[in-house]
């Protein structure tokens, strides 16, 4: 997308570029130093670290084309992995519900990249109707901690997390939205036990967590009791605009065509080919209209507003196009995508290929499924209401 950038534009532009080639991982150096070092001295930039976080919490108070930027040039660079649990979803939490001790305990470290979160949300029969979760928090007769019990299930990460933010049935007298309580307690302790998940793509990255009478302090109850759904519903907006990944997937489709003109077709190469040209073209469209409304959700968030439905949208179309990258890739890759975990066989951007494609499947059911963002989308934004 053409977005033509003033000269102070440009030249914050050429400063990332710099930043991002200074401080670039060099092979045989070790990974977790660099990633902590490549945090510490992003923040020494005035708050690289935390773009999205505001001023007031050391954010850097970027304009939204500096965002776009920001975005654009880190999906074309090797950047540090950076799981959203802590920085992006639970750190707005706290910033707006949170007490000033537990933003005190919990954000530096949340900031410095040295505490892992995880989110435990979903539960076996509670993932779209997220609401009916019954893992059960009980208040002590004495109101200093609660007892919690129940299971939580697709933690990604959670074999690796610290802590966990956690949503609870506090009260299930009224409708199903009340009564849950957003709780935080530490992985590592008796009560709380992480069983693997392998799925299609044959990863390991989410878990089973089961809670048994785990005792959690009242202070680490982030607002109010029975409120804890208002909460979870303002950090799904937040998840939901970090899971688009349209720089990254511009990034991908260049990548794409490259890889396809390398691969054989009649006379010329599998980009020659007006079927699968023609799938790229849709594709390049599709993200063009989807990156402006991103700048929308941009500029919105700039005035500080927070995401809103809008980041439904994102959801929806972003997930689908990284989707359909996987699959052309497969496509290009043909029967060598099928090979996985190295072995010479066919060219070496296919791969894992399948594999990629399988995990992919994911993306539209995480966050949020596919379906649910249509509803949001059909309420929220288009205004119509159920027949
Ligand atoms: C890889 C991965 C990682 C995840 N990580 C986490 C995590 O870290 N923490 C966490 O808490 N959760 C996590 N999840 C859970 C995820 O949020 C849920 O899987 C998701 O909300 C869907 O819930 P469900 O799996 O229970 O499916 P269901 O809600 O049972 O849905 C099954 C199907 O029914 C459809 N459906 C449901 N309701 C409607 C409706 N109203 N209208 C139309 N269709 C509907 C869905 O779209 C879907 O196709 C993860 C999931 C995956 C796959």
């Not at 949340?110 to 009916?132: H, K, M």
């Not at 939205?177 to 709780?183: K, S, V």
């Not at 799904?236 to 605009?241: D, I």
């Amino acid at each position: 997308m053409d977005v033509s950038l003033s000269a102070e534009d440009q030249a914050f532009r050429d400063e990332v570029r710099a930043f991002l080639g200074e401080n670039a991982y060099q092979a045989g150096t070790n990974y977790m130093e660099w990633r902590l070092g490549w945090f510490a001295k992003a923040r020494e930039k005035g708050g690289w670290d935390v773009p999205k976080w505001p001023t007031d919490f050391g954010g850097p108070g970027w304009s939204p084309t500096q965002h776009y930027i920001w975005e654009q040039e880190t999906a074309r660079s090797t950047t540090p992995m950076d799981a959203p649990f802590g920085v992006g979803m639970l750190a707005p939490i706290l910033m707006g519900y949170g007490t000033q001790e537990q933003q005190d305990r919990f954000l530096p470290d949340i900031r410095a990249r040295t505490v892992n979160w995880c989110q435990g949300y979903s539960e076996p029969g509670a993932g779209s109707d997220l609401a009916s979760l019954r893992t059960k928090a009980v208040l002590s007769d004495d109101g200093t901690h609660y007892t919690v019990n129940g299971q939580k299930i697709w933690t990604t990460m959670a074999h690796m997390a610290d802590w966990i933010f956690c949503l609870t049935r506090t009260d299930d007298s009224g409708i199903k939205q009340e009564g849950i309580t957003f709780l935080l307690f530490p992985m590592n302790q008796e009560g709380v036990e992480v069983k693997p998940i392998i799925t299609l793509g044959g990863a390991h990255s989410v878990n089973s967590v089961f809670i048994t009478d785990v005792e959690v302090p009242v202070e680490n109850r982030v607002g109010e009791e029975g409120k804890g759904w208002t909460y979870a519903k303002g950090l799904l907006q937040h998840e939901r605009t970090g899971l688009a990944g349209l720089s990254r997937s511009l990034v991908a489709l260049e990548k794409l065509k490259g890889q396809a003109r390398t691969v054989t077709r009649g006379n010329g190469t599998l980009m020659d080919d007006p079927s699968f040209a023609t799938k790229v073209a849709e594709l390049e469209i599709d993200l063009m209209a989807a990156e402006f409304t991103e700048l929308r959700s941009l500029a919105a968030a700039s005035h500080g507003k927070d995401p809103g439905p809008e980041s439904s949208i994102l959801k929806l179309k972003g997930t689908e196009i990284q989707q359909r990258i996987a699959k052309l890739t497969v496509e290009a890759g043909g029967i060598y995508s099928a090979v996985r975990g190295g072995g010479s066989a066919g060219p070496g951007f296919a791969q894992n290929g399948m594999s990629s494609y399988l995990a992919s499947r994911a993306y539209t059911i995480y966050g949020g499924a596919s379906e649910v963002q249509k509803d949001v989308i059909a309420k929220n934004v288009l205004g119509l209401k159920r027949g």
